[in-house]
């Protein structure tokens, strides 16, 4: 059973007694796994095994092969661990002083007990959070007789997932030491020389290791996203450590190991086997946000809480913490006042001061104690909300924000909960707005709960008036630019109407566009956009036309020209700001700019599940302090990603400097970089050959992040802390190069935007999930989708509507699969460049229902032996398979099984017992139906 470390050191009863040796000073003394509880000194070592601290020993005197040894001489048998419970604080240490020292004492010289000696630094606040620091032998898995073979390698790894790493050698020797596992007569002839000697440096998380005559050397950076990607370690709570030490690879019954320094104490001198546990619990009261010196005010009669406190000791670990509730605390009338020990509440009788005191003591009974006061009022003050100007009539189908307010009074912090009625009926408030449909009121009811459970509630009623034209409730999202001659599918929305007791039917909705020097009226939602200059801005405006009434959206957005001559521009794609250019090249485009922070975007939104970004530094680029890639949803602005490769600090998401990874490659002119962003994973995938992967855990707002809707996003390029002149060369963005002479390579990419595929039941209706087939360059694109049914025939939807070589334009189908088979859609596009793509889903329609089977009669439950046993008939029939064998068998007392002949009407009950008559039948996608009936067979 595993002990925890307050487990460890409770006093109790002596369970079993071991013996470690402090050699050369002559002092001797039992070590417990449970200490007396008479003790009020803790004993500095014991040995922890893994079978509840029974029959461990260890070694008493000297060990022959190393009999002037002096430290702490122990044996360790196979999963032993030696514990040293002495705290020490790595923060009083440096890399170059010695927080451990080990020599090993083999029984025979030269020949090595273990293969691998282990030095565990335990977190002391959290037993799960250490790092362990190995020592290996050259030749481990292998007993070495050859000096030299079985010298040693250091290596490390956090708790934290990380795997044992070292220099030179990652992840298999490591830093080589020079230390003797077998302790070899010809290589050391005092083997207390034969030593090794860990080093921590806390601000920097390196591991590092010495021997004797040698400096300290590096074994590893825990802290290195080189080394451990994304396991980066997070470091001790504070820095105060205990130590283990355990063995692996056994070639003995035991390792003998004598331990010459830990922390501060050199154990080859006269040491005191006792720890002084002069300090109490470090006692912490979770003040919930409120300070000690402004608690919340208790009210006379109400029951208050009080807050929830934890102690830790250094040397007990978890300690029980005590409150108390008192008047006159520091006078000699001081009384207790009666409290809720459960729920850690208490009711004031009366108005003036009480105080609250928290204790705690540690298994040697020190004692800390914190004490609050808090002030207890017959009466606080009323608790009253005070609004901010807003409307007091909206018309009916109209959102309404809700204003904001202060809210004063009561006690402590207050939480406030709004609901909403229209007439008296209860309506849904989101994001911070609320519609009314009907004429009349909408009334919004505030209520504010204090800390000592005062209520306070006020309404704000708003007068609802008719509404005099169609109402809108769902907004489109538009393109950030047009890119001309591409085609867009405008999204379709619809107006409501509310109108003269209207209950909120839809009304259609009409687009129209606007130029400098045009209007159209778009007959549907495909619009291919035009403009004299690069930059037009085009006026789209949705109309809603009810009764002679008329509601009116209004968006503007921009027109990029970027063909010349029949011929695409690259250049055009990106949109920069001023004092920022984009100069297309032979081979890729060269970004510049003459700005200290610039920015640039990329016309089209990504509309894939996957994007590849690559670029080439220049002769420039070193006066580029950080380079940034900006993803924005194109659902939602506010929810962004960003990438930063910074010459300063390496890459970063969001901003996030602190947890900043090594540049894979400088800002030095010929060197190649590139990232993935996968929208699944949500991964960011960066390097030249090895690639590093970084999770997205938030975005920019801190918010959790879960993708882009829809797969869908904007590319924005940004230059920061830039000296004058500096570039950069884009090459691709996916499988579209950039550059003065490439065309239109890239091929269409199909999305799903929802899920499409997988197992389904028969008789299930599917609506088909929204399909986009876009092109870097040419947006979205004409394509074309046909569904088929297992016998290979277009299926038509719920609505009569054919689905073979459809034009995808974001309809909505709804299909009932009322065959068993695999269903398939393929898809198929081609860009304006003659770039096709395809892509094909099935569905597979399995049949999970059982036959039905009928009987005909039932038989007879009971009859003499002897007797004949009619043998009802029988039926199968299927959901789907219009024939389904059918078999019956006759279970006979005994237990054996024969098939009953159907052509015959029964059998003849010649046992006593119990005779089953079962009927089986299978339909063709294997389910099973079973149905028996029991006849008893008595004597006669």
Not at 679 to 694: C, F, P
Not at 894 to 919: H, L, N, P, W
Request: glycine share 8%; hydrophobic share 35%; with cysteine.
């Amino acid at each position: 059973m595993r002990k925890t470390l307050k487990n460890k050191l409770l006093f109790g009863a002596l369970a079993t007694t071991l013996v470690v040796s402090c050699i050369g000073v002559g002092i001797r003394q039992s070590i417990a796994q449970e200490l007396p509880t008479t003790k009020d000194e803790l004993i500095a070592y014991y040995i922890d095994g893994s079978d509840s601290f029974v029959g461990h020993t260890s070694k008493d005197g000297t060990f022959e092969t190393a009999p002037n040894s002096q430290g702490l001489k122990v044996s360790l048998a196979n999963n032993d661990k030696l514990v040293l419970r002495e705290v020490i604080d790595l923060n009083d240490y440096s890399r170059n002083d010695s927080l451990i020292q080990i020599s090993v004492a083999p029984e025979v010289r030269g020949e090595p007990q273990v293969y691998s000696i282990c030095v565990d630094l335990v977190d002391v606040y959290d037993e799960n959070n250490f790092i362990t620091m190995a020592i290996n032998t050259h030749g481990a898995h292998k007993k070495q007789d050859v000096a030299g073979d079985n010298s040693a390698y250091a290596l490390a790894k956090a708790s934290n997932g990380q795997q044992f790493s070292g220099a030179g050698f990652v992840n298999v020797w490591g830093c080589w030491t020079g230390f003797f596992f077998g302790a070899n007569e010809e290589f050391v002839e005092n083997p207390e020389e034969n030593f090794f000697a860990w080093g921590f440096d806390i601000g920097n998380s390196e591991v590092y290791i010495s021997r004797p005559g040698g400096a300290k050397a590096p074994v590893v950076d825990l802290n290195d996203k080189k080394t451990f990607g994304e396991k980066v370690w997070d470091g001790f709570t504070t820095g105060e450590v205990y130590a283990r030490v355990h063995c692996k690879e056994y070639q003995d019954a035991s390792a003998n190991l004598v331990i010459q320094k830990y922390g501060e104490w050199d154990l080859t001198k006269e040491y005191e086997e006792k720890i002084i546990d002069e300090a109490g619990p470090i006692l912490t009261v979770d003040y919930n946000g409120y300070k000690d010196s402004s608690l919340p005010t208790a009210l006379v009669g109400k029951e208050y809480s009080l807050f929830d406190a934890s102690a830790f000791d250094l040397y007990s670990g978890i300690t029980d913490v005590d409150v108390n509730v008192y008047r006159n605390y520091f006078s000699s009338e001081k009384y207790s006042v009666p409290m809720n020990k459960r729920l850690n509440t208490f009711v004031p009788a009366l108005p003036g001061s009480y105080y609250v005191e928290y204790s705690s003591k540690d298994t040697q009974g020190k004692e800390t104690k914190n004490v609050l006061q808090v002030n207890a009022v017959k009466q606080t003050e009323e608790m009253s909300f005070e609004f901010e100007e807003h409307v007091t009539s909206i018309k009916n189908g109209e959102a309404f924000v809700l204003p904001n307010y202060e809210l004063s009074g009561g006690s402590g912090r207050k939480s406030v909960s709004v609901s909403a009625t229209n007439n008296g009926k209860a309506v849904v408030i989101s994001n911070n707005e609320v519609r009314a449909f009907e004429t009349g009121t909408l009334t919004l009811s505030y209520t504010a709960t204090d800390y000592v459970g005062q209520t306070k509630t006020q309404e704000i009623i708003i007068n609802v008036v008719e509404t005099d034209k169609p109402t809108f409730i769902e907004l489109p999202t538009m393109p950030k630019y047009f890119v001309e001659g591409n085609r867009y599918n405008l999204p379709v929305i619809y107006a409501y109407n509310y109108m003269n007791g209207g209950t909120g039917e839809k009304i259609p909705t009409t687009i129209t566009v606007k130029g400098k020097t045009s209007k159209v009226v778009l007959k549907g939602n495909v619009y291919v956009p035009s403009a004299n200059t690069y930059g037009e801005v085009l006026e789209i405006t949705y109309t809603a036309t009810f009764a002679d009434k008329e509601s009116v959206l209004t968006y503007q957005v921009p027109v990029l020209k970027v063909q010349k001559d029949g011929r695409y521009d690259m250049s055009k794609f990106f949109v920069t700001e001023e004092g920022t250019s984009v100069t297309a090249e032979n081979n890729y485009l060269e970004i510049a700019t003459t700005k200290t922070n610039t920015s640039l975007d990329f016309a089209n939104a990504l509309k894939v599940r996957t994007a590849t970004v690559e670029w080439l530094y220049n002769e420039n680029s070193a006066n580029i302090g950080k380079l940034s890639f900006l993803l924005q949803d194109y659902y939602d602005p506010t929810n962004q990603v960003k990438l930063t490769y910074s010459q300063g600090k390496g890459v970063y998401i969001n901003d996030d400097e602190k947890n900043a990874y090594a540049l894979p490659v400088g800002f030095s002119s010929g060197n190649l970089a590139s990232f993935s962003y996968d929208n699944r994973d949500k991964q960011i995938a960066y390097g030249t050959t090895d690639l590093e992967v970084l999770t997205v855990k938030t975005n920019m707002a801190g918010e959790p992040f879960e993708g882009f809707t829809n797969n869908t996003f904007h590319l924005t390029i940004l230059l920061e802390n830039c000296a004058f002149g500096a570039s950069f060369n884009l090459r691709y963005i996916n499988n579209q190069f950039f550059s003065s002479s490439s065309g239109d390579w890239s091929s269409p990419v199909v999305s799903v935007i929802g899920t499409l595929g997988g197992d389904l039941s028969l008789g299930t209706r599917v609506e088909l999930p929204e399909l986009v087939v876009s092109d870097i360059l040419c947006g979205e694109i004409d394509a074309w989708f046909t569904m088929r049914d297992p016998n290979g025939k277009a299926v038509r939807d719920v609505d009569g509507r054919l689905l073979e070589n459809r034009l995808i334009v974001g309809d909505t189908y709804f299909v009932d699969l009322n065959v068993y088979g695999v269903y398939s859609i393929t898809i198929s596009g081609q860009d304006k460049s003659g770039n096709t793509c395809g892509d094909m889903f099935v569905l597979n329609v399995v049949d999970e229902q059982a036959p039905t089977i009928t009987l005909s009669g039932e038989p007879v439950k009971e009859v003499t032996v002897g007797s004949s046993v009619i043998v009802p008939s029988a039926v199968a029939t299927d959901n789907f398979d219009e024939e389904v064998e059918l078999f019956v068998y006759i279970v006979i007392p005994s237990g054996g099984t024969q098939a009953f002949d159907c052509t015959s009407k029964g059998f003849k009950a010649t046992r006593v017992g119990e005779y089953k008559i079962m009927y089986v039948a299978v339909d063709k996608a294997g389910n099973i139906a079973q149905v028996v009936r029991t006849v008893k067979v008595r004597r006669a």
